[in-house]
């Protein structure tokens, strides 16, 4: 388990990091979709494909699907998982970002972490020599990303012939959904208020690289003209962790945005709901928009299994 990261042919997926989407090209989460479809299907063809490997899970915020799909994941692939907690690691405080990765480079084959500040999942990935895999930071939810694009697949073939809308805060999965759409060639509205656009660094990235795949990414202030037309319409708490403090005055600024009947039938007749979860029902969206037919959204946490299974093969196998 030495640091050879560096040293890997740029091609390869072994041994790199999946910190942000941008860290795959277009083909490379192409050929992570197509995994993810084997694996769903023929789950059982996998089941020693990670025969041995260790993955330590770092959870520095409350977790479900993540914390299951990962722990399963890799028990599926044959490996296995270890659970460290703020009360175990205290990361930062107890012991530097630095001091746990080169610890844990040496014990374990993978690192999965969820934390707050993108910083400290890049510092750990720069010092740890094993893959690092990125579960949400501020900033980023990527593997939510690649689960969330293969179920829009499953029911759409031709990404190139949707438009997606996200509507709600400018948060981390906002910012993972336009990278993943911009680098497969997907039209793609972001609707959220001003105050609480998606960051401009990530918007600006999105859009050069939908410049090269003929994706393109709007952004309105305007929830309605995100919805028209829309084949699938995305959301997410409009408080995301961390952020509880702001939780009354949120409320209060994405009221108009919320997914409801209204706003819903703008969109496609057959258009698909889309949820990372948890939700908080009555807040971004309305109980009979999620409980309708048109949602998928429990399908989409049953492909972060899936997904993340492909992802954790690709990284970590010799
Ligand atoms: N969507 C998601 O990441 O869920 P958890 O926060 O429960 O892991
Ligand atoms: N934006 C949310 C996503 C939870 C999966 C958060 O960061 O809390």
């Known amino acids: 388990m030495k640091n050879t990261k560096k040293k890997m042919i740029v ?135 690649m689960a969330d694009i293969f179920t829009v697949i499953e029911h759409h073939k031709n990404l190139k012939n949707l438009k997606l809308s996200y509507i709600g805060d400018g948060n981390n999965v906002a910012h993972s959904l336009m990278l993943i759409a911009a680098k497969l060639g997907t039209t793609m509205f972001v609707g959220t208020p001003e105050s609480h656009k998606p960051d401009q660094k990530i918007l600006d990235r999105a859009r050069e690289v939908a410049a090269e795949t003929g994706a393109t990414i709007t952004w309105t202030a305007d929830p309605t003209e995100a919805a028209r037309d829309a084949d699938m319409i995305y959301t997410d708490t409009w408080t995301s962790m961390g952020q509880e403090a702001e939780l009354e005055a949120r409320r209060q600024i994405f009221a108009p945005y919320q997914v409801n009947r209204e706003l819903f039938s703008h969109a496609k007749p057959d258009a698909l709901f889309m949820h990372c979860l948890p939700a908080h029902r009555g807040e971004e969206v309305t109980d009979e928009i999620i409980d309708s037919p048109n949602s998928v959204v429990f399908q989409e946490a049953e492909n972060r299994l899936h997904a993340q299974k492909a992802i954790m093969f690709e990284l970590l196998r010799d």
């Open 11 to 145: 091609k390869k997926l072994q041994r790199r990091d999946y910190l942000s989407v941008d860290d795959f090209s277009t083909n490379e989460i192409k050929s992570i979709l197509r995994l993810t479809a084997d694996m769903k299907a023929h789950s059982r063809r996998y089941r020693k494909s990670l025969d041995g490997k260790m993955m330590a899970l770092i959870f520095e915020k409350p977790s479900l699907r993540t914390r299951t799909t990962f722990t399963v994941g890799i028990k599926q692939l044959g490996g296995d998982s270890l659970l460290l907690t703020p009360a175990d690691i205290n990361l930062g405080k107890r012991e530097s970002v630095f001091d746990v990765a080169k610890n844990l480079e040496r014990m374990v084959d993978g690192i999965m972490i969820r934390t707050f500040g993108h910083d400290i999942c890049v510092s750990l990935a720069e010092h740890a020599g094993i893959p690092v895999i990125n579960g949400l930071t501020d900033l980023e939810h990527p593997c939510q990303a």
